[in-house]
């Protein structure tokens, strides 16, 4: 009995167990990571957008309140996602060079700078909440102001599984990554009509689903590393100077957090545009537009996560002709992805507006700032590939020129010049042109590193360090 016990418990254990990041089959590894990765922020990306129905269904004004909001929360996770990705990067680094006490100590102290950044945050936004709502009208202002002022609660608990996630995905577990997010929104999902309806909260209710949920998501990766699932060994005994680590965290995840400010500034600006030609509906509008991108980004971007461990595992190790192959083959896959979500959304327009609203006004404006927004969104695979692979080789300066373009040097310039000439249709053709010359800058910086790749791989074939003893 004792025996049976014991397999089993192995069998879970196995189960539960990182992937091989140094496994020959590296197409396999790829799907094994990414689409866990990509399916848990489909998850993302759907729950959302149930969201969105659920807020529908109250009024418009409570749709633009929330996309009013956004740009607040996106600042303050945009700091959660930059240690998220710095700290994937410098844990999949290590691990390649088989230093795990180096790893863990780079996720431990991460993760505390992370919780206590989100804690200073929230009262911060408690403090100043009306100064943060930019481009909000009286009438949505004090909608927007009770919502920020409880999602403030949320973002300590934001901050900490993002870089959980980051850390899961990092040692090679995307699965477990999934499997908890997929807990977590589902059971947000749930509460959402409870909190919403059953209750009679509105928008607070939104705000509340998501905080049960997020506890719900914590205790899980809490049991993970409370017995010992992973690779790496979160601690508390790290010491004072142990901050150091932070230094070069900090250094490979900039790029992500600056082009994270960058596209909430851009939102905001956005929606500001968009409301001064067409008041709510214009903000309601644009914004459907907006968040139908996320949820074709996300999936996208959670293959290209999944991968971001094996490039960075490859790095460290000094096998250039690994990096070389999986950086191909992830453009491939996040190419087909999202030329066929892009192709969808176009071709789709008004019926996915649809599922927002009902309002002939707010149909229209969405329908033409999806088609504006979607028809680049054919090349986002290429700018998310040479991201993750600056990331991984850690070229964070590279990264920066091409994270910040999109919604960067490129979106502002053309909203002061645009806008005032053309209106809304300017609003528009600022939009669709910052994204599609990203898209091409994206491809121009993808086949020099890939040529550069193959000529090191060619010359200067390196040796590779001896496989670490952790992997399975």
């Known amino acids: 009995m004792n025996d049976m016990s014991e397999m ?6 196995r189960r539960l167990a990182p992937e091989d990041l140094a496994s020959p089959h590296l197409f396999r590894l790829l799907l094994r ?10 998850i ?3 729950h959302h957008t149930i969201n969105m129905v659920f807020v529908g269904m109250i009024g418009e004004d409570q749709i633009a309140a929330i ?24 844990v999949g680094r290590a691990l390649g060079a088989g230093d795990r006490s180096r790893a863990s100590t780079l996720a431990s102290v991460s993760l505390a700078a992370g919780v206590a950044f989100g804690a200073v945050s929230a009262v911060a936004i408690v403090a100043f909440p009306s100064a943060l709502l930019f481009g909000a009208t009286p009438a949505i202002e004090p909608l927007a102001q009770r919502y920020l002022l409880i999602i403030a609660i949320s973002i300590p608990l934001t ?27 589902a059971l947000n999902i749930i509460l959402d009509p409870i909190t919403i309806f059953g209750f009679g909260l509105g928008l607070q209710g939104v705000a509340m689903a998501t905080i049960l949920s997020q506890l719900v998501a914590l205790s899980i990766y809490g049991a993970y590393h409370a ?7 979160l601690t508390f005994s790290w010491r004072f ?30 929606l500001s545009v968009a409301g001064t030609y067409h008041g709510e ?14 949820v074709g980004a996300l999936p996208v971007i959670g293959i290209s996560l999944g991968a971001q461990s094996i490039l960075s595992f490859a790095w460290g190790r000094g096998d250039i002709s690994r990096v070389l192959a999986a950086a191909r083959m992830l453009s491939v896959v996040t190419s087909a992805v999202g030329g066929v979500y892009g192709l969808a959304a176009i071709i789709f327009s008004e019926r996915l507006a649809a599922f927002f609203t009902d309002e002939a006004a707010v149909l229209s404006i969405a329908g033409q700032a999806i088609v504006a927004t979607h028809l680049p969104f054919l090349l986002f695979g290429l700018r998310q590939t040479v991201l993750i692979l600056f990331q991984a080789q850690g070229r964070p300066k590279a990264a920066l020129a091409v994270g910040l373009a999109q919604n960067g040097y490129l979106l502002f310039p053309l909203l002061s010049l645009l806008p005032p000439c053309f209106g809304f249709s300017g609003l528009l053709a600022a939009m669709f042109l910052s994204s599609a010359l990203t898209g091409l800058l994206s491809c121009v910086c993808l086949a020099r590193s890939l040529s550069a790749l193959r000529q090191r791989s060619a010359d200067n074939p390196t040796a590779l360090r001896p496989h670490p003893s952790f992997c399975p």
């Open 8 to 13: 089993s418990g192995s069998l879970r254990k």
């Open 33 to 42: 990571l990414g689409l866990p990765a990509m399916f848990g922020l489909s």
């Open 44 to 46: 993302n990306a759907a």
């Open 67 to 90: 996309m009013i909001v956004l740009p607040v929360l996106m600042l303050v996770a945009a700091f959660g996602e930059g240690i998220g990705v710095g700290v994937a990067t410098e």
């Open 159 to 185: 901050m900490a599984q993002i870089i959980l996630d980051f850390l899961a995905i990092a040692e090679g577990n995307a699965r477990f990554s999934m499997w908890t997010l997929v807990a977590c929104f």
């Open 227 to 233: 017995r010992r699932l992973g690779t790496i060994r």
């Open 241 to 270: 100077a142990d901050i150091r680590h932070l230094k070069p965290v900090l250094a490979v995840g900039a790029p992500t957090t600056l082009t994270s400010l960058a596209t909430a500034g851009a939102i905001a600006a956005m």
């Open 281 to 294: 509906d214009g903000i309601a509008g644009v914004g459907i537009a907006l968040r139908l991108i996320a």
